[in-house]
């Protein structure tokens, strides 16, 4: 169940550069590569900023490469059904076979490259480092009535939601799975829902618990 939450991204401790590099530069690395992607829709400048990737897990360390290829384990009949759909959008357009490749190509290793940023950042960062960091780079927000440190908290129980629902999820399947239910998306919902809504009262009644739901 590890590694389907480590398609998200849960921090790995270590002390190589990638991890001791200040945040302003893993957050200048994410907007760049976002940037780069969207800009360029090149499948040379995908494959380029997937090869950095690479170079930059590596950087961090075995144990972070080792998960560098989770998304393409848990996730690649999403890449591989969005891949079809833009060659197919590229050869209604008249394009040839071998540029509507490429085009899907460019738009899905651009995702992919991003998405692998994002990773890293989450892989070597530590949540509450994560978002104090947040929070500083959010501050000039003050000036237009956004609250940076309720931003940032809102952030925070995002990412630490996603991973506990998703396991909600996993023990959910496996139960029906005991049971002889099988992938019933029917009868896994309602469990699964539940669950959420318990998490997030369990959530809400611990703010409440630290005067943090009092702010307006």
């Not at 302003?24 to 994410?30: D, S």
């Not at 380029?48 to 930059?56: C, H, T």
């Not at 909600?168 to 019933?184: F, K, L, P, T, Y």
Request: contains cysteine; glycine residues 10%.
């Amino acid at each position: 169940m590890r590694g389907r939450m480590m398609t998200l991204g849960l921090a790995i401790p270590g002390r190589s550069p990638v991890h001791r590099a200040p945040m302003w530069a893993k957050y200048l690395l994410v907007v760049a590569v976002a940037v780069c992607a969207i800009t360029w829709r090149e499948a040379p400048v995908a494959l380029g900023l997937i090869g950095l990737s690479v170079v930059l897990y590596a950087a961090a360390g075995r144990r972070v490469l080792r998960h560098w290829a989770d998304p393409l384990r848990y996730l690649w009949w999403m890449f591989a059904i969005l891949g079809v759909h833009q060659w197919w959008l590229a050869t209604s357009d008249g394009a040839s076979g071998y540029d509507a490749v490429a085009r899907a190509v460019a738009i899905i290793g651009g995702m992919l490259a991003a998405l692998q940023a994002a990773r890293l950042l989450l892989l070597t960062t530590e949540l509450t480092v994560l978002m104090d960091g947040l929070g500083r780079a959010l501050r000039p927000l003050r000036h237009v009535g956004i609250d940076p440190e309720a931003l940032s908290l809102g952030v925070s129980l995002m990412l630490r939601s996603i991973p506990a629902i998703a396991a909600s999820a996993v023990e959910v399947g496996d139960a029906a799975r005991a049971r002889g239910i099988g992938r019933n998306p029917v009868a896994l919902a309602g469990p699964v829902v539940v669950s959420a809504i318990d998490y997030a009262h369990r959530t809400g009644d611990a703010l409440a618990a630290r005067g943090l739901l009092d702010h307006e």
